[in-house]
Nanobody, 125 residues
Framework: QVQLVESGGGLVQAGGSLRLSCAAS????????MGWFRQAPGKEREFVAV????????YYTDSVKGRFTISRDNAKNTVYLQMNSLKFEDTAVYYC??????????????????WGKGTLVTVSS
């Protein structure tokens, strides 16, 4: 059974940092992208960042460029999201995802095949 388990969420002041982790089990995502989406209260789930196996294909949504960094440890089947200079508007539940983009682009919810249950990030202003 494939599982993606996020950790690292919490409460942080604006300007602070958090590091999210997502550990995958049940299979190796060697041919898949792994990434992060988020969903703020009352809003749809949105793309944050995604990274390919080798790191050559890494994408970010514009609002986090220069502040967030996605990385992967393929040996540990784990993906990370380092979030710096956090803003109030970054408050959301952050979901780990893995997929190949067969049904939709990997920057869209439909492009991912597996999802974690999410971890809450709250940024106080």
């Amino acid at each position: 059974q494939v599982q993606l388990v996020e950790s690292g969420g919490g409460l942080v002041q604006a300007g602070g940092s958090l590091r999210l982790s997502c550990a995958a089990s049940g299979r190796t995502f060697s041919r898949s992208f792994m990434g992060w989406f988020r969903q703020a209260p009352g809003k749809e789930r949105e793309f944050v960042a995604v990274r390919g196996w080798s790191g050559g294909n890494t994408y970010y949504t514009d609002s986090v460029k220069g502040r967030f960094t996605i990385s992967r440890d393929n040996a540990k089947n784990t993906v990370y999201l380092q979030m710096n200079s956090l803003k109030f508007e970054d408050t959301a539940v952050y979901y780990c995802a893995a997929g190949t983009g067969r049904s939709a682009p990997i920057t869209e919810v439909g492009g991912m095949d597996y999802w974690g249950k999410g971890t809450l990030v709250t940024v106080s202003s």
